[in-house]
């Protein structure tokens, strides 16, 4: 178990409005990542975080930002849901020779 | 640009069977890792392989790496049907993340 919590767990929201999905870790780890995951794509990368308040786009990053003020937390933010944001949402956390480990996951839903 | 290209996409094979999966990578890296993830869940780490000639075993799944070649398989010995699921590769490591292929959606039968 690496510590990785995401909240909420699920959400449905409507077009227009914004959401924020929550990352917290326990165990001090200075990388984070935001990835999402939609059929066919696998994993790809939105966001991620080398230390509080240093942050950098990932592969997917139109649509959305970051915020990093405690190294435990990492926060996602949709300005204006857009239903192409429908999807998976996995945080992970990097360990430096044991790899990437990933949060439980957060199911969004964009009407 | 790193690119990750796994094959096959889809397996459906019979209890007992040997199978390979094979994941291409684009750009030279001495980091490839394996992920499974079961069907609603979050993907778990099977295996990271760090250098050229790595390998790697655990149960009747064995993971290799040449990053001459740029290519790494996941060797599935007399499959069972608990292994059943998608497995991903993916490479990089670095701070800036890793970058994933598509998956292979693995169906074992009995």
């Known amino acids: 178990d690496a510590g990785i919590t995401q909240s909420p767990r699920h959400k449905v929201t409507e077009t227009g409005t914004p959401v924020t999905l929550r990352c917290h870790q326990t165990?001090?780890?200075?990388?984070m990542y935001w990835y999402r995951q939609d059929p066919g794509h696998g994993l790809r990368l939105i966001h991620y975080s080398y230390g509080v308040k240093d942050t950098d786009k990932g592969e997917v990053s139109d649509g959305y930002s970051v915020s990093r003020s405690k190294t435990e937390d990492f926060l996602l933010t949709l300005e204006s849901a857009t239903s192409s944001q429908t999807s998976v949402y996995f945080c992970?956390?990097?360990?430096?020779?044991?790899?990437?480990?990933f949060g439980p996951g957060t199911r969004l839903t964009v009407l | 640009e790193l690119k990750v290209e796994q094959n096959p996409l889809f397996l459906s094979m019979q209890e007992g069977k040997n199978y390979t999966i094979y994941c291409n990578y684009s750009t030279t890296s001495d980091r490839l890792y394996w992920y499974r993830q079961d069907p609603g869940k979050s993907l778990e780490s099977l295996f990271v392989l760090l250098s050229n000639g790595a390998v790697k075993q655990e149960g009747r799944l064995m993971a290799s790496l040449d990053t001459k070649a740029r290519l790494s398989t996941l060797h599935i010995t007399a499959a069972v049907h608990d292994l059943s699921a998608t497995y991903f590769c993916?490479?990089?490591?670095?701070?800036?993340?890793?970058?994933f292929g598509k998956g292979t959606h693995l169906i074992i039968q009995p």
């Open positions: 992970a956390i990097s360990d430096l020779w044991l790899g990437q480990f």
């Open positions: 993916a490479s990089g490591g670095g701070a800036d993340g890793l970058t």
């Open positions: 165990e001090n780890h200075r990388y």
